[in-house]
Protein backbone atom coordinates (compact mmCIF):
# COMPACT_ATOMS: atom_id res chain seq x y z
CA UNK A 1 0.00 0.00 0.00
CA UNK A 2 1.76 3.44 -0.77
CA UNK A 3 2.27 5.44 2.27
CA UNK A 4 -0.18 8.24 1.89
CA UNK A 5 1.51 12.00 3.76
CA UNK A 6 -0.44 14.76 5.27
CA UNK A 7 -0.12 17.19 8.35
CA UNK A 8 -1.80 18.95 10.75
CA UNK A 9 -1.36 22.67 12.66
CA UNK A 10 0.65 21.79 15.70
CA UNK A 11 2.19 25.63 16.12
CA UNK A 12 1.89 26.46 19.88
CA UNK A 13 -0.90 24.61 20.97
CA UNK A 14 1.67 21.62 22.06
CA UNK A 15 2.74 23.86 24.64
CA UNK A 16 -1.08 24.38 26.01
CA UNK A 17 -1.62 21.00 25.99
CA UNK A 18 1.62 20.03 27.94
CA UNK A 19 0.44 22.56 30.54
CA UNK A 20 -3.24 21.69 30.98
CA UNK A 21 -1.78 17.74 31.45
CA UNK A 22 1.06 18.90 33.69
CA UNK A 23 -1.64 20.34 36.35
CA UNK A 24 -3.93 17.44 35.94
CA UNK A 25 -6.78 19.84 34.09
CA UNK A 26 -8.59 16.64 33.08
CA UNK A 27 -8.38 14.06 35.81
CA UNK A 28 -9.63 16.90 37.80
CA UNK A 29 -12.72 17.95 36.44
CA UNK A 30 -13.66 14.30 35.82
CA UNK A 31 -13.28 13.73 39.10
CA UNK A 32 -16.20 16.46 39.93
CA UNK A 33 -18.52 15.58 36.92
CA UNK A 34 -18.26 12.15 36.20
CA UNK A 35 -18.06 11.09 32.44
CA UNK A 36 -20.92 9.82 30.96
CA UNK A 37 -19.96 6.17 29.55
CA UNK A 38 -21.31 6.93 26.21
CA UNK A 39 -19.71 10.07 25.60
CA UNK A 40 -17.20 10.07 23.46
CA UNK A 41 -15.57 13.25 24.52
CA UNK A 42 -15.39 13.66 28.88
CA UNK A 43 -16.08 17.05 29.99
CA UNK A 44 -12.40 17.57 31.15
CA UNK A 45 -11.56 16.81 27.55
CA UNK A 46 -13.93 19.18 26.66
CA UNK A 47 -12.31 21.77 28.66
CA UNK A 48 -9.08 20.88 28.12
CA UNK A 49 -9.83 21.62 24.13
CA UNK A 50 -11.38 25.04 24.73
CA UNK A 51 -8.69 26.16 26.43
CA UNK A 52 -6.54 25.38 23.84
CA UNK A 53 -9.03 27.05 21.42
CA UNK A 54 -9.02 29.95 23.85
CA UNK A 55 -5.12 30.39 23.64
CA UNK A 56 -4.91 29.49 19.87
CA UNK A 57 -4.42 33.25 19.13
CA UNK A 58 -1.11 34.35 17.82
CA UNK A 59 -1.60 37.39 16.14
CA UNK A 60 -5.48 37.74 14.82
CA UNK A 61 -8.37 37.74 16.48
CA UNK A 62 -9.74 34.36 17.19
CA UNK A 63 -13.00 32.56 18.16
CA UNK A 64 -14.02 30.37 20.22
CA UNK A 65 -15.84 27.49 17.71
CA UNK A 66 -15.12 23.91 16.80
CA UNK A 67 -14.33 24.38 13.15
CA UNK A 68 -10.95 25.23 15.02
CA UNK A 69 -10.08 21.62 15.48
CA UNK A 70 -10.30 20.84 11.33
CA UNK A 71 -6.46 21.18 11.18
CA UNK A 72 -5.26 20.02 14.26
CA UNK A 73 -3.45 17.69 16.15
CA UNK A 74 -6.58 16.44 17.91
CA UNK A 75 -4.95 12.89 18.69
CA UNK A 76 -2.01 14.41 20.66
CA UNK A 77 -3.86 16.57 22.49
CA UNK A 78 -5.95 13.93 23.80
CA UNK A 79 -3.41 11.10 23.91
CA UNK A 80 -6.05 8.61 22.38
CA UNK A 81 -8.28 8.48 18.82
CA UNK A 82 -10.71 11.38 18.87
CA UNK A 83 -11.38 12.67 15.48
CA UNK A 84 -12.08 16.60 14.96
CA UNK A 85 -15.66 16.24 13.39
CA UNK A 86 -16.46 14.92 16.99
CA UNK A 87 -16.01 18.30 18.43
CA UNK A 88 -19.07 20.24 17.98
CA UNK A 89 -20.35 23.60 18.92
CA UNK A 90 -23.26 21.45 20.38
CA UNK A 91 -21.27 18.95 22.47
CA UNK A 92 -18.83 21.82 23.93
CA UNK A 93 -22.42 24.03 24.52
CA UNK A 94 -23.31 21.22 26.78
CA UNK A 95 -20.22 21.01 28.28
CA UNK A 96 -20.50 24.72 29.31
CA UNK A 97 -23.49 23.74 31.14
CA UNK A 98 -22.28 20.58 33.14
CA UNK A 99 -19.36 22.89 34.18
CA UNK A 100 -22.29 25.64 35.44
CA UNK A 101 -24.14 22.64 37.38
CA UNK A 102 -21.34 21.93 39.17
CA UNK A 103 -20.46 25.14 40.35
CA UNK A 104 -17.79 26.63 37.90
CA UNK A 105 -15.98 28.52 40.99
CA UNK A 106 -15.84 25.02 42.62
CA UNK A 107 -13.97 23.64 39.50
CA UNK A 108 -11.39 26.54 38.99
CA UNK A 109 -10.44 26.46 42.65
CA UNK A 110 -9.67 22.93 42.16
CA UNK A 111 -7.61 22.71 38.85
CA UNK A 112 -5.91 25.99 40.04
CA UNK A 113 -5.27 24.76 43.77
CA UNK A 114 -3.53 21.22 41.91
CA UNK A 115 -2.08 23.60 39.58
CA UNK A 116 -0.14 25.90 42.15
CA UNK A 117 1.07 22.85 43.99
CA UNK A 118 2.61 21.65 41.05
CA UNK A 119 4.65 24.53 39.97
CA UNK A 120 5.01 25.66 43.60
CA UNK A 121 3.73 29.21 43.20
CA UNK A 122 4.51 31.31 45.93
CA UNK A 123 0.81 32.58 47.41
CA UNK A 124 2.34 34.86 50.33
CA UNK A 125 0.75 38.07 48.16
CA UNK A 126 -2.54 37.37 47.06
CA UNK A 127 -4.13 39.93 45.03
CA UNK A 128 -7.82 40.69 44.69
CA UNK A 129 -10.05 43.22 42.20
CA UNK A 130 -12.63 42.94 40.27
CA UNK A 131 -12.96 44.25 36.30
CA UNK A 132 -16.24 44.48 34.21
CA UNK A 133 -17.04 42.33 30.46
CA UNK A 134 -19.76 44.63 28.47
CA UNK A 135 -22.23 42.09 26.62
CA UNK A 136 -24.18 43.04 23.53
CA UNK A 137 -27.60 41.62 23.04
CA UNK A 138 -30.60 40.86 25.26
CA UNK A 139 -30.49 38.19 27.48
CA UNK A 140 -33.17 36.25 29.50
CA UNK A 141 -33.76 36.77 33.52
CA UNK A 142 -32.67 33.48 34.79
CA UNK A 143 -34.58 32.38 38.13
CA UNK A 144 -31.43 32.88 40.68
CA UNK A 145 -29.19 34.00 38.00
CA UNK A 146 -29.16 38.30 37.26
CA UNK A 147 -25.88 38.40 36.26
CA UNK A 148 -25.58 40.48 33.32
CA UNK A 149 -26.37 43.97 34.88
CA UNK A 150 -26.06 47.84 34.11
CA UNK A 151 -23.70 49.07 36.32
CA UNK A 152 -20.40 51.00 36.74
CA UNK A 153 -18.33 50.02 33.48
CA UNK A 154 -14.59 50.18 33.89
CA UNK A 155 -14.31 50.11 30.52
CA UNK A 156 -16.49 53.40 29.89
CA UNK A 157 -19.51 51.59 28.12
CA UNK A 158 -22.63 52.47 30.16
CA UNK A 159 -24.33 52.04 27.68
CA UNK A 160 -23.65 48.16 27.54
CA UNK A 161 -24.90 45.79 29.86
CA UNK A 162 -22.41 43.95 31.97
CA UNK A 163 -21.13 40.78 33.95
CA UNK A 164 -17.81 41.37 36.42
CA UNK A 165 -15.27 38.74 36.91
CA UNK A 166 -13.64 38.83 40.91
CA UNK A 167 -9.94 37.31 40.67
CA UNK A 168 -7.37 36.74 43.23
CA UNK A 169 -3.88 36.24 42.18
CA UNK A 170 -0.41 35.75 43.13
CA UNK A 171 2.28 38.31 43.06
CA UNK A 172 4.46 35.06 41.71
CA UNK A 173 3.98 34.97 38.35
CA UNK A 174 0.38 36.68 37.94
CA UNK A 175 -1.15 33.12 38.25
CA UNK A 176 -4.83 33.65 39.48
CA UNK A 177 -5.87 31.72 42.20
CA UNK A 178 -9.60 32.02 42.90
CA UNK A 179 -12.07 32.82 40.13
CA UNK A 180 -15.54 34.52 40.29
CA UNK A 181 -18.17 35.86 37.93
CA UNK A 182 -20.26 38.06 39.53
CA UNK A 183 -23.49 40.42 38.65
CA UNK A 184 -22.90 43.55 36.46
CA UNK A 185 -24.14 45.83 39.07
CA UNK A 186 -22.26 44.36 41.73
CA UNK A 187 -19.76 46.81 44.16
CA UNK A 188 -16.47 46.55 44.97
CA UNK A 189 -16.72 47.17 48.32
CA UNK A 190 -19.66 45.23 49.15
CA UNK A 191 -18.03 41.90 46.71
CA UNK A 192 -14.45 42.77 48.75
CA UNK A 193 -16.20 42.12 52.21
CA UNK A 194 -18.25 38.71 51.00
CA UNK A 195 -15.41 37.22 49.28
CA UNK A 196 -13.02 37.67 51.93
CA UNK A 197 -15.16 37.30 54.62
CA UNK A 198 -16.14 33.94 52.87
CA UNK A 199 -12.09 32.86 52.75
CA UNK A 200 -11.73 33.33 56.70
CA UNK A 201 -12.85 29.45 57.31
CA UNK A 202 -11.00 28.17 54.75
CA UNK A 203 -7.66 29.83 55.57
CA UNK A 204 -4.93 27.72 57.14
CA UNK A 205 -3.96 29.19 60.61
CA UNK A 206 -0.90 27.95 60.01
CA UNK A 207 0.47 29.95 56.58
CA UNK A 208 0.77 33.48 56.67
CA UNK A 209 -0.62 35.47 53.34
CA UNK A 210 -1.80 38.99 52.97
CA UNK A 211 -4.95 39.69 50.79
CA UNK A 212 -3.87 42.72 48.57
CA UNK A 213 -6.93 45.00 47.45
CA UNK A 214 -7.64 48.16 46.45
CA UNK A 215 -9.22 51.18 48.38
CA UNK A 216 -12.58 49.58 47.86
CA UNK A 217 -11.53 47.16 50.45
CA UNK A 218 -10.78 49.96 53.32
CA UNK A 219 -14.26 50.48 55.22
CA UNK A 220 -15.02 50.12 59.01
CA UNK A 221 -17.38 46.91 58.09
CA UNK A 222 -15.07 44.79 56.05
CA UNK A 223 -12.04 45.61 58.25
CA UNK A 224 -13.72 44.88 61.12
CA UNK A 225 -15.37 41.24 59.59
CA UNK A 226 -12.05 39.92 58.42
CA UNK A 227 -8.82 41.57 60.56
CA UNK A 228 -9.76 38.41 63.42
CA UNK A 229 -8.16 35.84 60.63
CA UNK A 230 -7.27 37.37 57.23
CA UNK A 231 -3.67 39.85 57.16
CA UNK A 232 -5.08 42.39 54.46
CA UNK A 233 -2.88 45.20 52.24
CA UNK A 234 -4.41 47.88 51.04
CA UNK A 235 -4.75 51.78 50.13
CA UNK A 236 -6.36 54.29 52.61
CA UNK A 237 -9.03 56.05 50.47
CA UNK A 238 -8.63 59.85 50.41
CA UNK A 239 -12.02 60.70 51.80
CA UNK A 240 -10.94 59.42 54.97
CA UNK A 241 -10.73 62.26 57.45
CA UNK A 242 -7.94 61.19 59.18
CA UNK A 243 -5.79 60.00 55.95
CA UNK A 244 -6.79 63.68 54.36
CA UNK A 245 -5.21 65.57 57.43
CA UNK A 246 -1.98 63.33 57.35
CA UNK A 247 -1.45 63.87 53.73
CA UNK A 248 -1.64 67.57 53.86
CA UNK A 249 0.25 68.32 56.72
CA UNK A 250 3.48 66.05 56.23
CA UNK A 251 5.71 67.26 53.73
CA UNK A 252 8.51 64.98 51.75
CA UNK A 253 11.45 66.63 53.75
CA UNK A 254 9.79 64.56 56.92
CA UNK A 255 9.93 61.43 55.29
CA UNK A 256 12.56 58.71 55.39
CA UNK A 257 14.25 58.25 51.68
CA UNK A 258 14.36 54.16 50.36
CA UNK A 259 15.49 54.87 46.97
CA UNK A 260 14.02 54.92 43.28
CA UNK A 261 12.09 57.89 44.38
CA UNK A 262 10.34 56.77 47.05
CA UNK A 263 10.01 58.91 50.96
CA UNK A 264 8.10 56.93 53.63
CA UNK A 265 6.57 57.48 57.36
CA UNK A 266 5.44 55.19 58.97
CA UNK A 267 2.32 55.65 61.91
CA UNK A 268 0.05 54.20 63.83
CA UNK A 269 -4.07 53.95 63.05
CA UNK A 270 -6.81 52.73 64.87
CA UNK A 271 -9.60 53.17 62.24
CA UNK A 272 -13.04 51.45 62.20
CA UNK A 273 -11.50 49.94 66.18
CA UNK A 274 -8.58 47.62 64.43
CA UNK A 275 -5.57 48.27 65.04
CA UNK A 276 -3.40 48.90 62.05
CA UNK A 277 -0.16 50.41 60.63
CA UNK A 278 -0.06 53.11 58.00
CA UNK A 279 2.97 53.90 55.74
CA UNK A 280 2.48 57.60 53.97
CA UNK A 281 4.67 57.12 50.86
CA UNK A 282 5.66 59.81 48.79
CA UNK A 283 7.00 58.89 44.93
CA UNK A 284 8.44 61.36 42.67
CA UNK A 285 7.29 59.88 39.43
CA UNK A 286 3.53 59.83 40.72
CA UNK A 287 4.36 63.46 42.05
CA UNK A 288 5.29 64.81 38.12
CA UNK A 289 2.33 62.74 37.07
CA UNK A 290 -0.08 64.36 38.95
CA UNK A 291 1.48 67.89 38.28
CA UNK A 292 0.68 67.46 35.23
CA UNK A 293 -2.99 66.26 35.33
CA UNK A 294 -3.48 69.18 38.04
CA UNK A 295 -2.08 71.57 35.53
CA UNK A 296 -4.63 70.49 32.75
CA UNK A 297 -7.32 70.62 35.18
CA UNK A 298 -6.68 74.17 36.43
CA UNK A 299 -6.76 74.98 32.48
CA UNK A 300 -10.17 73.14 31.60
CA UNK A 301 -11.88 74.87 34.54
CA UNK A 302 -10.66 78.30 33.87
CA UNK A 303 -11.95 77.50 30.08
CA UNK A 304 -15.71 76.25 31.51
CA UNK A 305 -16.04 79.16 34.35
CA UNK A 306 -15.35 81.47 31.94
CA UNK A 307 -17.79 80.25 30.00
CA UNK A 308 -20.36 80.53 33.08
CA UNK A 309 -18.73 83.92 34.20
CA UNK A 310 -19.80 85.26 30.82
CA UNK A 311 -23.31 83.94 31.30
CA UNK A 312 -23.53 85.52 34.84
CA UNK A 313 -23.02 88.74 33.64
CA UNK A 314 -25.39 88.74 31.21
CA UNK A 315 -28.21 88.36 33.63
CA UNK A 316 -29.77 90.41 35.40
CA UNK A 317 -31.32 90.89 39.33
CA UNK A 318 -33.63 92.73 40.55
CA UNK A 319 -32.05 93.97 43.98
CA UNK A 320 -28.07 94.53 44.61
CA UNK A 321 -28.68 91.40 47.42
CA UNK A 322 -29.83 88.74 44.86
CA UNK A 323 -27.19 90.09 42.45
CA UNK A 324 -23.82 89.70 45.28
CA UNK A 325 -25.44 86.26 46.36
CA UNK A 326 -25.63 85.08 42.62
CA UNK A 327 -21.46 85.55 42.70
CA UNK A 328 -20.92 84.10 46.01
CA UNK A 329 -22.57 80.90 44.49
CA UNK A 330 -20.43 80.85 41.23
CA UNK A 331 -17.11 81.74 43.76
CA UNK A 332 -17.99 78.73 45.66
CA UNK A 333 -17.95 76.29 42.80
CA UNK A 334 -14.29 77.28 41.56
CA UNK A 335 -11.48 75.19 42.86
CA UNK A 336 -8.64 76.68 41.86
CA UNK A 337 -9.67 80.29 40.68
CA UNK A 338 -10.82 83.53 42.20
CA UNK A 339 -12.99 86.02 41.24
CA UNK A 340 -11.25 89.50 41.24
CA UNK A 341 -12.72 92.55 40.70
CA UNK A 342 -16.09 92.22 41.54
CA UNK A 343 -18.83 94.69 40.60
CA UNK A 344 -22.70 95.31 40.99
CA UNK A 345 -24.29 97.36 38.12
CA UNK A 346 -27.11 99.19 38.59
CA UNK A 347 -28.99 99.82 35.16
CA UNK A 348 -32.02 101.50 34.23
CA UNK A 349 -34.65 99.69 31.84
CA UNK A 350 -37.82 101.26 30.43
CA UNK A 351 -41.48 99.57 30.66
CA UNK A 352 -42.56 98.38 27.41
CA UNK A 353 -42.21 99.54 23.79
CA UNK A 354 -41.42 102.63 22.20
CA UNK A 355 -40.20 106.43 22.98
CA UNK A 356 -41.02 106.35 27.10
CA UNK A 357 -42.89 108.99 28.33
CA UNK A 358 -41.26 112.21 30.14
CA UNK A 359 -42.89 111.23 33.82
CA UNK A 360 -42.24 107.49 32.94
CA UNK A 361 -41.23 105.59 36.00
CA UNK A 362 -38.31 103.10 34.93
CA UNK A 363 -37.31 99.92 36.55
CA UNK A 364 -34.07 99.45 38.27
CA UNK A 365 -31.71 95.79 37.97
CA UNK A 366 -28.64 94.94 38.34
CA UNK A 367 -26.07 92.69 36.61
CA UNK A 368 -22.44 91.49 37.83
CA UNK A 369 -19.08 91.55 36.98
CA UNK A 370 -15.73 90.00 37.40
CA UNK A 371 -12.54 88.66 36.48
CA UNK A 372 -11.15 85.31 37.31
CA UNK A 373 -7.54 84.57 38.28
CA UNK A 374 -5.36 81.64 39.64
CA UNK A 375 -6.05 80.91 43.56
CA UNK A 376 -2.56 80.25 44.15
CA UNK A 377 -2.60 79.86 47.58
CA UNK A 378 -5.11 77.28 47.29
CA UNK A 379 -3.46 75.41 44.13
CA UNK A 380 -0.60 75.24 46.46
CA UNK A 381 -2.49 73.24 48.94
CA UNK A 382 -3.35 71.04 46.27
CA UNK A 383 0.44 70.58 45.09
CA UNK A 384 1.44 69.68 48.37
CA UNK A 385 -0.69 66.34 48.12
CA UNK A 386 0.33 65.46 44.97
CA UNK A 387 2.00 61.77 44.98
CA UNK A 388 1.42 61.38 48.53
CA UNK A 389 -1.16 57.93 49.35
CA UNK A 390 -0.98 55.56 52.61
CA UNK A 391 -1.08 52.21 52.69
CA UNK A 392 -2.40 50.47 55.46
CA UNK A 393 -2.34 46.91 56.89
CA UNK A 394 -3.06 44.93 59.94
CA UNK A 395 -0.14 43.09 60.40
CA UNK A 396 1.97 45.22 63.04
CA UNK A 397 5.09 43.26 63.37
CA UNK A 398 7.82 44.85 60.93
CA UNK A 399 9.66 41.51 61.50
CA UNK A 400 7.25 39.98 59.88
CA UNK A 401 6.29 42.09 57.10
CA UNK A 402 8.72 45.50 56.55
CA UNK A 403 8.00 48.83 55.56
CA UNK A 404 9.84 48.50 51.71
CA UNK A 405 8.14 45.27 51.49
CA UNK A 406 4.51 46.60 52.76
CA UNK A 407 4.81 49.03 49.47
CA UNK A 408 6.37 46.30 47.53
CA UNK A 409 3.64 44.08 48.01
CA UNK A 410 0.56 47.08 46.97
CA UNK A 411 2.67 47.87 44.05
CA UNK A 412 2.14 44.33 43.31
CA UNK A 413 -1.75 44.85 42.72
CA UNK A 414 -0.75 45.17 38.79
CA UNK A 415 -0.34 41.71 39.09
CA UNK A 416 -4.26 41.14 38.58
CA UNK A 417 -4.24 43.51 36.40
CA UNK A 418 -2.39 42.54 34.02
CA UNK A 419 -4.53 39.54 34.06
CA UNK A 420 -7.44 41.58 33.62
CA UNK A 421 -5.73 43.13 30.56
CA UNK A 422 -4.92 39.43 28.62
CA UNK A 423 -9.13 38.46 29.16
CA UNK A 424 -9.94 41.76 27.51
CA UNK A 425 -7.23 41.55 24.81
CA UNK A 426 -9.30 41.73 21.29
CA UNK A 427 -7.53 38.71 20.04
CA UNK A 428 -9.27 37.01 22.89
CA UNK A 429 -12.32 36.44 21.69
CA UNK A 430 -16.02 34.32 21.57
CA UNK A 431 -18.70 33.06 19.05
CA UNK A 432 -21.99 34.03 20.23
CA UNK A 433 -23.24 30.62 19.81
CA UNK A 434 -21.61 30.04 23.19
CA UNK A 435 -23.66 33.15 24.94
CA UNK A 436 -27.54 32.21 24.35
CA UNK A 437 -27.77 31.66 28.28
CA UNK A 438 -26.49 33.86 31.46
CA UNK A 439 -25.55 29.87 32.44
CA UNK A 440 -23.08 29.67 29.96
CA UNK A 441 -21.19 33.17 30.22
CA UNK A 442 -20.32 32.01 33.65
CA UNK A 443 -19.15 28.57 32.55
CA UNK A 444 -17.20 30.65 29.76
CA UNK A 445 -15.82 33.00 32.14
CA UNK A 446 -14.19 29.98 33.80
CA UNK A 447 -12.86 28.80 30.42
CA UNK A 448 -11.51 31.84 30.23
CA UNK A 449 -9.90 32.05 33.34
CA UNK A 450 -8.56 29.07 33.07
CA UNK A 451 -6.98 29.84 29.64
CA UNK A 452 -5.36 32.66 31.75
CA UNK A 453 -4.10 30.22 34.57
CA UNK A 454 -2.20 28.09 31.68
CA UNK A 455 -0.94 31.42 29.99
CA UNK A 456 0.56 32.62 33.52
CA UNK A 457 1.85 29.19 34.81
CA UNK A 458 3.25 28.81 30.91
CA UNK A 459 5.30 32.17 31.07
CA UNK A 460 6.34 32.10 34.85
CA UNK A 461 7.75 28.81 33.93
CA UNK A 462 9.75 30.01 30.78
CA UNK A 463 11.09 33.50 32.61
CA UNK A 464 12.20 31.12 35.77
CA UNK A 465 14.13 28.39 33.42
CA UNK A 466 16.14 31.98 31.83
CA UNK A 467 16.61 32.64 34.83
CA UNK A 468 17.82 29.61 35.97
CA UNK A 469 20.24 29.27 33.28
CA UNK A 470 20.94 32.68 33.29
CA UNK A 471 20.18 33.09 29.72
CA UNK A 472 17.96 35.49 27.00
CA UNK A 473 15.80 34.91 24.44
CA UNK A 474 15.35 37.58 21.27
CA UNK A 475 12.37 39.60 21.53
CA UNK A 476 10.50 40.84 18.91
CA UNK A 477 12.88 43.88 18.14
CA UNK A 478 15.98 41.21 18.24
CA UNK A 479 16.31 42.35 21.55
CA UNK A 480 17.89 39.78 24.41
CA UNK A 481 15.19 39.73 27.19
CA UNK A 482 15.01 37.43 29.80
CA UNK A 483 11.46 38.42 30.46
CA UNK A 484 9.85 37.32 27.08
CA UNK A 485 5.93 36.83 26.87
CA UNK A 486 4.13 33.81 26.05
CA UNK A 487 2.40 35.59 23.29
CA UNK A 488 5.76 36.40 21.67
CA UNK A 489 6.85 32.49 22.09
CA UNK A 490 3.50 31.47 20.80
CA UNK A 491 4.58 33.92 17.21
CA UNK A 492 7.81 31.96 17.27
CA UNK A 493 5.68 28.71 17.26
CA UNK A 494 3.25 29.42 14.44
CA UNK A 495 3.34 27.66 11.75
CA UNK A 496 4.73 24.30 13.09
CA UNK A 497 3.33 21.51 12.05
CA UNK A 498 3.16 17.56 12.55
CA UNK A 499 3.85 14.91 9.87
CA UNK A 500 1.66 12.07 9.39
CA UNK A 501 2.05 8.99 7.07
CA UNK A 502 -0.10 6.20 6.70
CA UNK A 503 1.20 2.50 6.15
CA UNK A 504 -0.82 -0.67 5.69
CA UNK A 505 -3.62 0.86 7.45
CA UNK A 506 -1.82 2.37 10.26
CA UNK A 507 -1.47 5.76 11.13
CA UNK A 508 1.91 7.12 12.86
Same mark, same amino acid.
Given at each position: ?176 ? +?? $? ?11 ? &?? #?? !? /? ?109 ? +?? $? ?11 ? &?? #?? !? /? ?179
Amino acid at each position: MPTKYSSKDLSHHGIVSVVCDQIGLVETIDQIIQPDPRAEITIGESVKLMVINGLGFSSRPLYLESQFFTSKPVERFLDRKVKAKQITDDRLGRCLDRCYENGCNQIFSKVATKAVFHYNVDQKFRHLDTTSMSVNGEYAEEAGIGLVQFGYSKDHRSDLKQFMISLISSNDGDVPL +LA $QTIAGNSSDKTHF &QE #AL !V /SLKDQIDPNELAYYVADSALYTEKTIKNISDKIMWITRVPAVVKSAKTLVSQISPDNMEIIGNGYRILQVGSFYGGVRQRWLLVFSEQAQARELKTLEKQIVKELKTQLKE +LK $QLSSETFGCIRDA &QA #AI !V /SFEKRLKYHKCIDIAVIKKRVKKGKGRPKKDAIQNIVYSVNASLERNNAEIEKFCGEKGKFIIATNQLDEAELSNADLLDSYKGQQSVERGFRFLKDPLFMTSSVFLKKQERIVALSMIMCLCLLVYSLAQRLLRFRLHELNTTLPDQRGQPSSRPTMRWIFQIFEGVHVLLHQTASQLE
